[in-house]
């Protein structure tokens, strides 16, 4: 079980490929359909997601899995082809969020805990059934003059370790995600305070991992990076934000660990990919990173499909780019040059 799990988390991993997230609830995608004036239906959603997955230069050479909502997991494309079926014939492994959403954690601090527990091996068996090789649970930490809390973070941490020990036995690769964000109330914090909390966030969690006997060659880590608040005056350069972060990783993060896939957290597209690339800049690193992106990859793609199935060329060819700079990334030699040569 351990080797295949190993060898499911660095087929992930594949030098110069990545992961999509697409795994928008209902609520989200609404809002983002809402900004360009479309109505959130069952249809709108299945053409969506199937614009992304037919992208077939995008998903054969630099998407290595995705993940997916469970209406997703068994949707159809408009002409009857499993989006599975889609995404094998790309070799590309489908993913599953498994966690329910987070809500208000008791006290009041403006703090959150990811519920989703409950019946959740069941879930699994199920997911494993329908091909998920993947799964994925996202932890929200939030910084202010009050927290995060110890309560706060040994809660999420517990909840994240129950999550993957429960996906290792179900023969599913856990994707382990404890984000701090860094666009919450006030999201003035410095750069270095999002380090020492994102350091305490990670130490917590692999202190679980270890507790619950989750296998750490069998999992993979999604965090974010190390970033001032969305309100900060502060600008740090993009070597600065890559040297920070991958600090705070050899910290805390063991080398068993097959691989490191970031999460964008609300940064632009091109931010998002130069700090991936300039971290990868930095040798010595015991871990491959990568990216595991939602909006930036789709931002240019949704806007310019627009709902509309007659602008699928042009909205793939939006995300093929934005996917192929990520690649760039991956390895580390992307420049602002080449993408905006493109």
Not at 34 to 63: C, G, H, Q, V, W
Not at 289 to 316: D, K, M
């Amino acid at each position: 079980m351990t080797k295949s799990l190993n060898a499911i988390a660095k087929k992930l991993m594949e030098p110069g490929k990545g992961i999509l997230a697409a795994d928008e609830s209902e609520g989200t995608i609404a809002k983002r359909f809402a900004k360009i004036n479309l109505p959130n239906s069952l249809d709108l959603r299945r053409d969506y997601r199937e614009m992304l997955f037919r992208s077939t230069e995008a998903m054969t050479n630099y998407i290595s899995g995705v993940i997916l909502t469970e209406e997703t997991l068994e949707q159809h494309a408009a002409d009857g082809t499993a989006f599975r079926s889609i995404l094998a014939d790309a070799d590309v492994i489908p993913g599953i969020k498994v966690d329910r959403g987070a809500f208000p954690m008791p006290g009041d601090n403006g703090e959150k805990i990811t519920e989703g527990l409950d019946g959740l091996r069941q879930r699994l068996e199920r997911y494993a059934s329908l091909g998920a090789g993947f799964a994925k649970w996202r932890a929200v930490i939030t910084i202010n003059d009050v927290a995060p809390t110890r309560n706060n973070i040994r809660a999420n941490a517990h909840a994240l370790a129950r999550y993957a020990i429960l996906c290792q036995e179900a023969g599913i690769v856990p994707v382990v995600e404890p984000e701090v964000v860094g666009d919450g109330d006030p999201g003035n914090h410095s750069m270095e305070r999002c380090a020492q909390v994102t350091g305490d966030v990670l130490e917590n969690t692999f202190k679980e991992l270890r507790l619950a006997g989750v296998e750490l060659s069998g999992m993979l880590l999604k965090p974010n990076m190390v970033l001032p608040g969305i309100n900060s005056r502060e600008r740090p350069s993009f070597e600065d934000v890559a040297r920070r972060t991958v600090e705070v990783l050899r910290e805390h993060v063991p080398a068993a660990v097959p691989g490191i896939a970031f999460l964008s957290g609300g940064q632009t597209d091109e931010e998002a990919t130069a700090h991936l690339s300039a971290m990868n800049q930095i040798a010595g690193k015991p871990w491959p990173l990568t990216f595991s992106y939602g909006r930036a990859l789709q931002n240019v793609a949704l806007r310019t499909w627009a709902g509309r199935r007659e602008n699928f060329p042009q909205a793939q060819a939006a995300f093929t780019h934005r996917a192929h700079m990520n690649s760039l990334a991956a390895l580390g030699t992307w420049t602002g040059e080449l993408d905006r040569a493109a």
